[in-house]
């Protein structure tokens, strides 16, 4: 067994594949349009999906907002260096919502960086 993927709802979904594939540098790796159900699911990442967990966008045509409630975390991605990770998410026009250092209580260093619907990503140093 293996986690497959994790599935964020978001308002816009070009603006969401932007952030994702532009600003954190994943591959679109497929997309594909449900008219009956009036959604779109678009599965980006690093790899393929065969090898490797995915993020899955989806998006309902009719709804351009969700409430992210109080249950989310936040997705990990392991960087190799935080700092010039987030040098560069930031000339990208990503927005980092906690600047990149060492963690509360540990020496791990990590950011937060925030995509264009809210959700929280973390950036882990030493994992590339």
């Not at 709802?9 to 954190?24: A, D, I, K, M, P």
């Not at 919502?97 to 973390?122: C, Q, S, W």
């Amino acid at each position: 067994m293996r986690i497959l993927h994790t599935m964020l709802r978001v308002g816009n979904l070009e603006r969401s594949l932007h952030f994702y594939t532009q600003v954190l540098g994943m591959k679109l790796l497929r997309k594909h349009d449900f008219p009956d159900g009036k959604f779109t699911l678009a599965f980006v990442g690093y790899g393929d999906e065969r090898e490797q967990a995915v993020l899955e966008l989806t998006h309902n045509w009719e709804t351009e907002h969700y409430e992210l409630g109080n249950g989310y975390g936040h997705v990990a991605i392991g960087v190799d260096d935080v700092y010039q990770t987030c040098a560069k998410i930031r000339a990208a026009g990503g927005n980092i919502v906690r600047e990149p250092g060492p963690m509360k209580h540990g020496n791990t260093v990590l950011a937060f960086v925030e995509d264009p619907d809210g959700y929280k990503i973390e950036l882990l140093g030493g994992h590339e």
